[in-house]
């Protein structure tokens, strides 16, 4: 069982807005630690998408944005594209494990 | 533009330990003030942080794997080690390499990724 919740699997129709949901505690998210996300497509290595709560490395599409409040955070996709279809995961940092701490994973279909 | 590449035994037997490799290229390892850190995932499951190496050779664990496991880096040949002693088929997965940004912390995200190695533990 993952320390940050993450729900197993959403799906959206092309062009659509889908949130992903990522639930933490006051030991991660709620103590302040930013929440990174990546996307990894079948058989390849996860890709980084959103950094430091909000922000997009260079190359990403404005379509992928982040957020975060109090113990939570989300991965909102604008504007879905079948080339969407990945897992998603969220990571943090827990002051009481002493280290990094990822969510479960998002499977998304469009 | 760096690029990471684990290199390592596809298959080891239980009990055994495993070690692993990840060559740096493009950059020097001991350059930038970068965090180079090793990832696992389970056959079908989420990521997994083994742990962490500062490019001067301080290391960071999991807990739940600390005492199994020992990272290194040797600067002279641009790569950084894994091993993980005791093994199980609970440590069968794939194993990533990882980047974290310059001067970045530990609580900062992974930049740059190695394309992953199959690890299968069996007899």
């Known amino acids: 069982q993952s320390v940050l919740t993450q729900p197993p699997s959403l799906s959206g129709a092309p062009g659509q807005t889908v949130t992903i949901s990522c639930a933490g505690s006051?030991?991660?998210?709620?103590?302040?630690?930013?929440v990174h996300w990546y996307q990894q497509l079948p058989g390849t290595a996860p890709k980084l998408l959103i950094y430091g709560n909000t922000n997009r490395p260079s190359g990403v599409p404005d379509r992928f944005s982040g957020s975060k409040s109090d113990t939570s955070a989300s991965l909102i996709i604008s504007g879905l594209q079948t080339e969407d279809e990945a897992d998603y995961y969220c990571?943090?940092?827990?002051?009481?494990?002493?280290?990094?701490?990822f969510g479960g994973g998002t499977k998304l279909t469009v | 533009q760096v690029q990471l590449q684990e290199s390592g035994p596809g298959l080891v037997k239980p009990s055994q330990t495993l070690s692993l490799t990840c060559s740096v290229s493009?950059?020097?390892?001991?350059?930038?003030?970068?965090?180079w850190s090793w990832i696992r995932q389970h056959p079908g499951k989420g990521l997994e942080w083994i742990g962490y190496i500062y490019y001067s050779g301080t290391t960071y664990y999991n807990p739940s794997l600390k005492s199994r496991v020992t990272i290194s880096v040797d600067t002279s040949k641009n790569y950084f080690s894994l091993r993980v002693s005791s093994l199980t088929a609970a440590d069968t997965a794939v194993y990533f390499c990882a980047r974290l940004p310059e001067f970045g912390t530990i609580t900062d995200a992974f930049d740059i990724w190695g394309q992953g190695t199959m690890v299968t533990v069996s007899s």
């Open positions: 990571q943090s940092y827990d002051s009481s494990l002493s280290g990094v701490v």
């Open positions: 006051s030991s991660n998210i709620g103590a302040g630690y930013d």
């Open positions: 493009g950059g020097s390892i001991s350059s930038g003030n970068h965090y």
